[in-house]
């Protein structure tokens, strides 16, 4: 059975945003870009929100044009347009790039997602990972913590209705040369 994967970076103090929405605070170097690449090519297909596909859109496809363009963005770029995506979208009408678009999560649709063949799902986008969390359909978390305190933005973990503590198991942990730091966890089995 496929997995669900948060893969997000966050902030040390557990901000994926600046409070403008800005991202520039992450650091984001050769040797992080070639993992996040070397971990999503495998990938079965992105589930992403409507504002993350969008901002993915406006770069992407023609991000390896430049000749001048780094390897690992390059291999990205590659990645990013030949990858199906789903996107959960009510306003959305319409989007390229081997994508289709969700209007809502639905549980047993995402379940049957799971069952079929293929590679892990990679989840991205703070409103849509947490509506999959509130419906236990995350399967693991790859969070990446930068070494940098934002003090406001947008939170990855809002505050939540859980009666009691979600669980998980640490099955990987990697610091970069950057000072990022890889916390892996999974959901123990039942």
């Excluded at 059975?1 to 893969?7: D, N, P, S």
């Excluded at 047993?108 to 892990?120: C, F, P, S, T």
Aim: proline share 6%; hydrophobic share 45%; aromatic share 8%.
């Amino acid at each position: 059975m496929r997995k669900i994967v948060l893969m997000m970076s966050v902030s040390l103090d557990g901000y994926m945003e600046g409070p403008d929405r800005e991202l520039d605070w992450q650091l984001v170097d050769e040797e992080l870009h070639t993992h996040f690449n070397d971990v999503l090519r495998d990938m079965g297909a992105f589930l992403e929100g409507r504002v993350v596909h969008e901002m993915m859109a406006a770069y992407w496809p023609t991000a390896d044009r430049d000749p001048a363009t780094p390897r690992p963005v390059a291999d990205f770029a590659a990645i990013w347009r030949t990858m199906p995506k789903l996107v959960f979208s009510r306003t959305l009408q319409r989007a390229e790039w081997h994508t289709t678009i969700v209007r809502d999560v639905v549980v047993e649709d995402i379940k049957a997602l799971k069952a079929q063949e293929g590679g892990d799902l990679a989840l991205g986008g703070a409103e849509l990972a947490a509506e999959f969390m509130r419906h236990d359909l995350v399967d693991e978390y790859r969070l990446y913590v930068h070494p940098v305190l934002l003090g406001a933005g947008k939170r990855l973990f809002p505050a939540a209705d859980a009666e009691a503590p979600t669980g998980l198991r640490l099955i990987e942990t990697r610091t970069f040369g950057n000072g990022v730091v890889l916390l892996h966890h999974e959901r123990p089995a039942p």
